[in-house]
């Protein structure tokens, strides 16, 4: 099945959509929650900085507590692959004439597919964390790292273990249910010879690990079998308890929302057993690297070590919310999943899954780590791009088009002049939109597609003489393909606003895209040649107080992306620096400038966050409307989660597009707003094709443009 079967399979599947939207809505709710009082940022940097360290530390961090656990009598044994792990802990099995493992949950052992290893060799791995074993019943892997069984409901895990133990199941007595699996897996606690844990930390200075868990099976694990095997990448090694006490700080509160789980223990040494003639435990310690070694050294990739698994990168994901984790990953689930994929299994196995991120940055975001997951995930696309290569249409399209702008022009005003025969005013908002789309994918059936623009913002912004108007206080606006091609009077707003505020506004010599396009599909040649088209266009940086954006991501390519692409090029790259320093949303702009506004008239406001604004300019003119509209301004229930756009994403994955703009709609409607403000061209273009599409009656405009119709200026 390939990667579009699969995902249309998932998104089919409406006891998973109504599981991990419940999920959601509620996750978000018990983080803040859980996160209250604290300083997140300041938490998060902590772990970064405890977690920053390369391969000399880590291995020095590794022999210190080697010769901590040895002292006391304990084992270690360094697997270079996760084959040699699994033989290890089969040959530790067959050693002590033990058939069967009691196991906690460990992605560690997902990770080298230890169950089926084992399987083959005769040994029979018990899993012992509820959700894991209702899986292990049903032959099926986790979908998430911390709630593995999230895409079940009761109803699905009842038949589960009605087959399993031949009895009825009520489905709906949760506490039955938990009681068969409580008097199944008891007697597995004593009838194993080994017990298997993970580690969420491993304290260097006194040889203990830390294991965070809600069910004591970790502890029930460690401690009944007579043989403790603990299975640990060498990324959980940390210095000390103060260190491992900032991790396990954040573990919970991230990973489900909880203030601290119901067990966290600590195991030091050999701990007593009964059953052994010495009336000691043996212990072993697996420490696997499987990869993890050599990305120590990278400069990019080893902060993927630096992941405490909390799984959170999936919680807050748009697409993971659509079709779950065993589509959106492998054997690691979420952003980190698509990342550790590529780093352990290789790029063949990550190349088509990593296509399924959006880019909307949320993950970067949320991760109690600090890594910028969504950046990882743009470098390994350009990766595997290159190496593997990109739809060739896409290909075609950049290079003949996209990167070469005087030829781009040309044929979209070409286009713009032969449209209209597919061309028709929508009757709702009097917008001209394709009114038929030849040969359209059923899938991409799923909102209304602007016109093109008559006239290009820039061949308005001339001939409407707005270049002659002069002044000593200069910005520079840098319109992007969308206000270009398809929303000049986005742009035309905002160029009238400032300019009865007293600036000068400046375009530049010719428009260009910023690449943001090719670097999302995986295509670096194209990219870097867009990048360097709209550097040679964009005027010296020392003549203006700001570089104004309406579009985020183009925005935040020029502070981010340009730096990244230029680096051979000092020139270049000097340039790109002083811009990046200068890109300005334009509601920070009116807000810095304190410029005054009186809203017109009384309508119903509602507001959508684009991703790139909060995430890549660090900015949100929720606060702005809010406080310029008063009472008719109404907060929407996630509006700093994404649209679905995505640019050509919401193409290339319309199904997944398609189901996270469904739920932006029922966001919108739920308001009761008469109109949605977002400053995003690409957000206009996603929602209000929706809103038209599903006859939603609701007017989608750009910040400029709301501020243009319902707003008058009353000075500075």
């Keep these: 099945m390939n990667i579009q079967d699969k995902i249309q399979e998932k998104i089919n599947d409406e006891v998973l959509y109504k599981n991990l939207k419940g999920f959601a809505t509620a996750y978000k709710a018990s983080k803040e929650n859980a996160y209250k009082g604290l300083d997140f940022e300041a938490l998060r940097t902590r772990v970064h900085d405890i977690k920053d360290r390369d391969l000399n530390k880590v291995m020095e961090q590794f022999h210190q507590f080697k010769a901590n656990v040895e002292k006391h009598g304990c084992k270690v044994f360094q697997a270079k692959t996760g084959g040699d792990a ?4 089969a040959d530790v099995m067959k050693k002590h004439n033990a058939k069967f493992m009691v196991k906690s949950k460990s992605m560690t052992s997902e990770e080298i597919l230890l169950n089926h290893y084992l399987e083959k060799e005769g040994l029979q791995p018990i899993e012992t964390d509820l959700g894991e074993w209702i899986l292990q019943l049903a032959n099926e892997h986790p979908s998430h790292m911390v709630m593995p069984a999230i895409h079940k409901t009761r109803q699905q895990v009842a038949k589960i273990f009605s087959d399993y133990t031949g009895e009825a199941v009520d489905p709906e007595d949760i506490k039955a249910m938990v009681e068969i699996a409580r008097r199944f897996l008891r007697e597995s606690y004593f009838k194993a010879g080994v017990g298997m844990t993970g580690a969420n930390v491993a304290v260097a200075s006194t040889g203990t690990i830390g294991l965070v868990t809600n069910e004591g099976n970790a502890r029930l694990s460690s401690t009944v079998p007579p043989v403790h095997i603990v299975l640990v990448g060498y990324e959980k090694l940390c210095d000390d ?15 489900t929302g909880q203030t601290i789980t119901s067990y966290t223990t600590w195991i030091k040494g050999r701990v007593p057993s009964h059953k052994n003639e010495d009336g000691v435990k043996e212990t072993h310690y697996v420490f696997l690297d499987n990869g993890r070694l050599a990305f120590f050294e990278h400069p990019k990739f080893k902060e993927a070590l630096k992941c405490v698994r909390c799984g959170s990168c999936a919680n807050i994901c748009p697409a993971y919310e659509m079709v779950g984790g065993h589509v959106y990953g492998d054997r690691y689930i979420g952003s980190i999943g698509l990342i550790l994929t590529a780093l352990y299994q290789g790029d063949e196995a990550a190349k088509d899954i990593l296509k399924m991120c959006i880019g909307c940055r949320a993950c970067s975001f949320n991760c109690p780590s600090g890594i910028d997951l969504q950046a990882l995930i743009s470098d390994l696309k350009l990766v595997v791009g290159k190496k593997y290569g990109i739809n060739p249409i896409k290909k075609k399209v950049f290079k003949s ?9 040309s044929v979209l005003s070409l286009g713009a002049n032969f449209q209209f025969p597919l061309t028709k005013t929508n009757p709702s908002n009097q917008e001209k939109i394709i009114g038929t789309i030849p040969m359209l994918p059923k899938e991409m059936d799923f909102r209304k597609f602007p016109a093109l623009a008559s006239k290009t913002f820039s061949k308005r912004f001339y001939k409407d003489g707005y270049d002659q108007f002069s002044s000593e206080r200069k910005v520079f606006f840098y319109p ?19 300019q009865k505020s007293g600036f000068q506004v400046d375009i530049p010599k010719k428009a260009a895209c910023c690449g943001i396009p090719a670097i999302a599909s995986g295509d670096p040649e194209n990219a870097k040649s867009m990048i360097y088209n709209t550097l040679d266009n964009l005027q010296e940086p020392k003549d203006y107080e700001a570089l104004l954006v309406l579009c985020p991501t183009c925005g935040g390519a020029i502070k981010h992306e340009f730096l990244d692409f230029t680096k051979e090029d000092p020139n270049r790259y000097k340039k790109a620096a002083q811009l990046g320093d200068m890109v300005t949303p334009i509601g920070k702009f009116l807000e810095k400038n304190n410029i005054r506004f009186k809203v017109k008239g009384n309508k119903k406001v509602t507001y959508h966050t684009p991703c790139h604004d909060s995430r890549s300019l660090d900015y949100s003119a929720e606060a702005f409307l809010s406080k310029l509209i008063g009472k008719q301004f109404i907060p929407l229930t996630d509006s700093n989660v994404c649209c679905g756009f995505g640019g050509t994403y919401s193409l290339d994955f319309a199904t997944i597009s398609n189901g996270i703009l469904t739920k932006k709609i029922e966001n919108i409607e739920a308001s009761n707003a008469e109109i ?16 038209m599409h599903k006859k939603v009656p609701v007017k989608v405009l750009h910040l400029t443009e709301f501020i243009e119709k319902y707003v008058e200026i009353i000075g500075k």
Excluded: H, W
Aim: charged share 15%; glycine share 10%.
């Design 676 to 691: 949605l403000v977002t400053d995003c061209p690409g957000c206009v273009m996603q929602i209000n094709g929706g809103l």
């Design 241 to 255: 308890f103060n260190q491992a006490l900032d991790i396990v700080r954040v573990l919970p509160k991230s990973a």
């Design 86 to 89: 699994c033989k290890y802990i």
């Design 401 to 409: 088009l996209v990167a070469k702008p005087g030829r781009m022009k």
């Design 480 to 498: 992007g393909c969308a206000i270009e091609y398809f929303y000049p009077e986005m742009g035309l707003a905002m160029v009238k606003l400032l």
